[in-house]
């Protein structure tokens, strides 16, 4: 766990990290912010290549089976071109013929990218096998501690996070304007990059049958500013005055801002958006799949809160089956809307017609 928490801070600060995937050695770089490829070539003395995500390439109208392919690049190479493959849309291009020499991605390139979307930068990596020439100068810098070795296997498997090491840090009593009777928990993840906030609303263990919860993942923008693009802030408002209602519950507010992308990532979402994507397509684009999210957090948040039947404030189909899956029984799901404008209407559309949410009722009455 250890060395996999400073991976990720390396990769957040632009330096490489060494994936070892067998006796193979990647060096591997994030591509948001890279200033040389050449630089990455010298040090590994191998001529690096891009990985992309399954996503990214169907984006781009090329099919695979993997979940990730890497494209060896060009001697010379432009890193403004190069990060326009990874993030922009590329419809002017030939995408078969620019990317026709793929290659599945094998467990070192899947650790990258891994690396990459835990880190919540662009899900495109830079990788460079480290050569024979290389390998004496790349082991001095292992030893000196200048780089950092990972096992691809760790790597690719640092997206799961850490199920059952989530770290119950402090609580406060917070009154709230709907729910005076409320007391904030916070949760922390091991690796430091993520908190979560329970809030518990009068007395949760009251209710005999189910608890009312409602999992909320966090929107700055709406939540905080009340953006119109989405619904997120009124939805939070509304659970908690539902939840007031209901003579107490829990709400837990999840550190997964724009389905689990980051909140960088949202904004360059939202740019493709204007340019007439919808949401699910503009995450494509960026490489990612239609949900992020990984709600095993959540489960462990109920665990910690001795919280196992619940009546879940939700539209999203994907919340339900994720509780169930974690061992949580969802006695009820009980709708909760934000108001319709003409700045969300594409977005809740696409939310319906793309993912599956329970939104006929607030879209067919608006209409």
């Not at 400073?6 to 330096?15: Q, T």
């Not at 191998?46 to 089976?65: A, K, N």
């Not at 939202?270 to 007439?276: K, S």
């Not at 948040?301 to 539209?315: E, F, K, W, Y």
């Amino acid at each position: 766990m250890y060395h996999i928490e400073r991976a990720i801070f390396d990769i957040r600060r632009g330096l490489p990290v060494v994936v070892k995937a067998g006796d193979q050695q990647l060096l591997v770089q994030a591509l948001e912010g890279i200033e040389s490829v050449n630089e990455l070539a010298r040090l590994s003395g191998s001529r690096p290549s891009l990985v992309l995500t399954r996503h990214r390439l169907e984006s781009m109208g090329v099919s695979i089976t993997a979940d990730a392919a890497y494209l060896p690049l060009a001697a010379q190479v432009d890193e403004r071109a190069l990060y326009a493959l990874a993030v922009a849309q590329v419809e002017q291009y030939d995408s078969p013929a620019l990317l026709s020499g793929l290659q599945p991605a094998g467990m070192g390139e899947r650790g990258a990218v891994a690396l990459m979307r835990r880190a919540l930068l662009i899900p495109a990596a830079l990788i460079a096998v480290v050569s024979g020439s290389a390998a004496d100068d790349i082991a001095q810098r292992l030893a000196t501690g200048e780089l950092l070795e990972v096992d691809a296997s760790d790597a690719e498997a640092c997206l799961a996070g850490a199920p059952g090491m989530l770290k119950r840090v402090s609580e406060a009593r917070i009154p709230l304007e709907d729910a005076v009777d409320s007391r904030f928990v916070l949760f922390r993840e091991p690796d430091g990059l993520r908190e979560h906030v329970a809030v518990v609303i009068g007395r949760p263990e009251a209710h005999n049958e189910a608890v009312p919860l409602r999992m909320h993942s966090a929107c700055l923008t709406g939540d905080l500013f009340g953006s119109l693009r989405c619904d997120c802030g009124e939805q939070l408002r509304n659970a908690v005055a539902d939840i007031e209602a209901m003579g107490g519950g829990v709400l837990l507010y999840l550190a997964q801002e724009g389905r689990g992308i980051g909140l960088a990532n949202k904004l360059r979402a939202y740019t493709l958006q204007d340019g007439g994507l919808d949401t699910v397509d503009a995450d494509q684009v960026l490489g990612f799949g239609d949900d992020e999210r990984d709600y095993a957090v959540a489960v462990d948040m109920l665990h910690a809160l001795d919280i196992s039947r619940v009546q879940l404030l939700t539209n999203n189909p994907l919340k339900m089956r994720a509780l169930r899956e974690g061992g949580i029984k969802v006695v009820a799901r009980q709708a909760l809307y934000g108001r319709l404008n003409d700045h969300n209407h594409r977005y809740l559309n696409a939310k319906a017609t793309r993912a599956g949410h329970f939104l006929e009722d607030v879209l067919s009455n608006q209409r």
